[in-house]
């Protein structure tokens, strides 16, 4: 008896164990998602990987179906009737004629509107948003579509904005533009921000709001994403707003270039210490004309040679802080960051004995730029910039405009008063005088340089640069034959004018252009001729007074033994 009662406890016991294993493994079972016959009879071709077509415009569309994630999507439950309607096994494989992929993602969407209406898909403003220009798998997938919520449950903050964000999905713009909003997550995670949080710039977005936002334009996007790249980089902006690119932004130049314009999206940016070409590829976005120019350069053969120190376009015009060069002598100091104690190498030749101090070959770069002596095959000028002397900035052209009552189409011939197309002495005294008396002092400040940027990035080697103190120091040289009168505009641009050579030596240029002299070559003709009669003023003076005592001894040698004369 007591045998029969161990056997039912040990019996029950292990009953008690594998009951509720066997109830797990049931419901298992029963809520493990299961393919209808149906689409199990579709996937018998779809499953195959390569199974694909060929459309109207060439492109090719893959028909083929995973099983896997179709069964856990959310439409499992609906057959495949369910959605493509116009297919039965009467008449598939039919040939439909679809032209292209965007036509066919388009009929799709149309599909998804049965089920699921606008009134419901607008409820949220940046779904509603979406809609209008995107079809609905661009998002959510053909056929492993999920819920939501459980799409996006526990994601993280960058995770749960790729979500969307990693569809090819774009913004509407109002000039009719298109600008995609699609972010690469592995070019995202390679990038200079890939450690960053999608909130640490878009701090307006979060898990719970999302503001809907329109633009004018992609370059009005561009524009406001600048602020936000002011957050981490003030230092660096602070340089930009003093650059020409800058000044091109604030005009309403359309074509000024922003952070995203240089440096690409955010979502993909570089790191520029890494990427040691940026300074040169961003540049060429805008000055493709200039590429051959700096490959004929010195400095692009040494950069092919492999010396990752040659200078690119930002060692010499700085990456932030870019000015324009016929306006500013700042140019020299990206050559100086290369090339240490210039003023005492050049003061080896660059000397005027006794006079041999390095300031004295300092004195020639405040007024020659390098490009004018190490271009030697570039055509050069003199540039007289006008300046507001209380300001020391250049005055600007729309400021002059006003004050001459013109505008640009007349500006030439208000200053040109005798028509001849080119400003001589006389016609810039006039313009001098006519803004003093408007209560605006100005100078023009010279400055020798190559006449197009072409030649300025045409450096040669230091054996082929121009030397020797007769090429600028004499009355005939060819390098001050051609001068100009340089006006800045608002947006960063210049306005250069043709003057005559005679602006450089009249008298009339005394107050004007009082800070541009080089002996030998800008030489006063009057001052000329009162100096000559002054050095002959000075020696007659003595040699007379000698002569005249000379020839008067004999009588102050009687006056003063008392013979002759008067006593």
């Known amino acids: 008896?007591?045998?029969?009662?161990?056997?039912?406890?040990?019996?029950?016991?292990?009953?008690?164990?594998?009951?509720?294993?066997?109830?797990?493994?049931?419901?298992?079972?029963?809520?493990?998602?299961?393919?209808?016959?149906e689409a199990q009879m579709c996937l018998g071709c779809h499953s195959n990987k390569?199974?694909?077509?060929?459309?109207?415009?060439?492109?090719?569309?893959?028909?083929?179906?995973?099983?896997?994630?179709?069964?856990?999507?959310?439409?499992?439950?609906?057959?495949?009737?369910?959605?493509?309607?116009?297919?039965?096994?009467?008449?598939?494989?039919?040939?439909?004629?679809?032209?292209?992929?965007?036509?066919?993602?388009a009929n799709a969407s149309k599909t998804c509107s049965m089920c699921h209406t606008d009134d419901q898909l607008r409820k949220n403003p940046v779904h509603s948003a979406l809609i209008s220009n995107a079809a609905c798998v661009q998002c959510h997938g053909f056929?492993?579509?999920?819920?939501?919520?459980?799409?996006?449950?526990?994601?993280?903050?960058?995770?749960?904005?790729?979500?969307?964000?990693?569809?090819?999905?774009?913004?509407?713009?109002?000039?009719?533009?298109?600008?995609?909003?699609?972010?690469?997550?592995?070019?995202?995670?390679?990038?200079?921000?890939?450690?960053?949080?999608?909130?640490?710039?878009?701090?307006?977005?979060?898990?719970?709001?999302?503001?809907?936002?329109?633009?004018?334009?992609?370059?009005?996007?561009?524009?406001?994403?600048?602020?936000?790249?002011?957050k981490c980089h003030s230092e660096t902006y602070i340089k930009y707003q003093d650059s020409i690119h800058y000044t091109m932004l604030k005009s309403g130049n359309p074509k000024a270039p922003t952070c995203t314009n240089c440096h690409g999206v955010a979502h993909a940016t570089t790191r520029t210490k890494t990427d040691k070409t940026l300074g040169l590829t961003s540049c060429n976005k805008c000055h493709e004309d200039m590429k051959a120019s700096y490959e004929a350069s010195i400095h692009y053969k040494e950069r092919i040679k492999g010396n990752e120190k040659a200078p690119i376009c930002s060692s010499c015009h700085n990456a932030h802080n870019i000015e324009s060069t016929k306006m500013t002598t700042k140019i020299k100091e990206g050559c100086f960051k290369c090339h240490k104690?210039?003023?005492?190498?050049?003061?080896?030749?660059?000397?005027?004995?006794?006079?041999?101090?390095?300031?004295?070959?300092?004195?020639?770069?405040?007024?020659?730029?390098?490009?004018?002596?190490?271009?030697?095959?570039?055509?050069?000028?003199?540039?007289?910039?006008?300046?507001?002397?209380?300001?020391?900035?250049?005055?600007?052209?729309?400021?002059?405009?006003?004050?001459?009552?013109?505008?640009?189409?007349?500006?030439?011939?208000?200053?040109?008063?005798?028509?001849?197309?080119s400003i001589d002495a006389k016609e810039l005294w006039n313009l001098?005088?006519?803004?003093?008396?408007?209560?605006?002092?100005?100078?023009?400040?010279?400055?020798?340089?190559?006449?197009?940027?072409?030649?300025?990035?045409?450096?040669a080697g230091k054996a082929n640069a121009v030397k020797g103190c007769e090429n600028c120091h004499r009355p005939d040289t060819k390098l001050f034959k051609d001068v100009f009168i340089v006006v800045k505009k608002a947006e960063g641009k210049s306005t250069i004018l043709n003057a005559k050579r005679e602006v450089l030596n009249s008298v009339f240029s005394i107050a004007p252009v009082s800070k541009f002299y080089a002996l030998g070559s800008t030489n006063i003709k009057l001052f000329d001729?009162?100096?000559?009669?002054?050095?002959i003023g000075g020696i007659a003076v003595p040699i007379g007074h000698a002569s005249l005592r000379i020839i008067t001894s004999p009588i102050r040698s009687l006056r003063r033994m008392g013979k002759g004369g008067k006593k």
């Open 432 to 459: 001098f005088q006519q803004l003093y008396k408007k209560g605006i002092t100005t100078i023009f400040l010279g400055k020798m340089d190559v006449s197009t940027a072409a030649g300025a990035h045409q450096i």
């Open 529 to 535: 001729i009162l100096f000559i009669v002054a050095l």
């Open 50 to 105: 390569d199974m694909s077509r060929a459309l109207e415009n060439k492109e090719i569309l893959s028909l083929y179906v995973n099983s896997d994630t179709f069964v856990n999507s959310i439409h499992n439950a609906i057959s495949c009737a369910g959605c493509h309607m116009d297919i039965s096994m009467e008449n598939h494989p039919q040939v439909k004629k679809i032209k292209s992929k965007k036509e066919y993602t």
């Open 341 to 421: 104690d210039m003023e005492k190498v050049h003061s080896r030749w660059l000397k005027n004995p006794p006079i041999t101090l390095s300031s004295f070959a300092g004195a020639h770069f405040d007024v020659v730029s390098c490009a004018a002596c190490h271009s030697p095959d570039a055509k050069r000028g003199i540039y007289l910039s006008l300046y507001d002397r209380k300001t020391g900035n250049p005055l600007p052209e729309e400021e002059l405009l006003k004050l001459l009552e013109t505008d640009s189409n007349g500006l030439m011939g208000k200053i040109d008063t005798n028509g001849d197309g």
């Open 1 to 37: 008896m007591d045998d029969i009662k161990k056997k039912i406890l040990i019996s029950l016991f292990i009953v008690f164990m594998i009951f509720p294993i066997y109830v797990y493994a049931a419901k298992a079972v029963a809520t493990k998602p299961v393919l209808s016959d």
């Open 143 to 230: 056929h492993s579509i999920k819920g939501v919520a459980a799409q996006k449950a526990g994601l993280g903050q960058t995770q749960y904005c790729l979500s969307c964000h990693k569809s090819q999905i774009s913004m509407p713009l109002k000039n009719g533009e298109s600008l995609s909003v699609f972010v690469d997550e592995s070019s995202l995670r390679n990038s200079a921000h890939g450690k960053l949080e999608c909130t640490k710039c878009h701090s307006n977005f979060s898990k719970t709001q999302h503001p809907v936002r329109t633009f004018n334009s992609i370059q009005d996007y561009f524009i406001g994403g600048m602020e936000l790249c002011k």
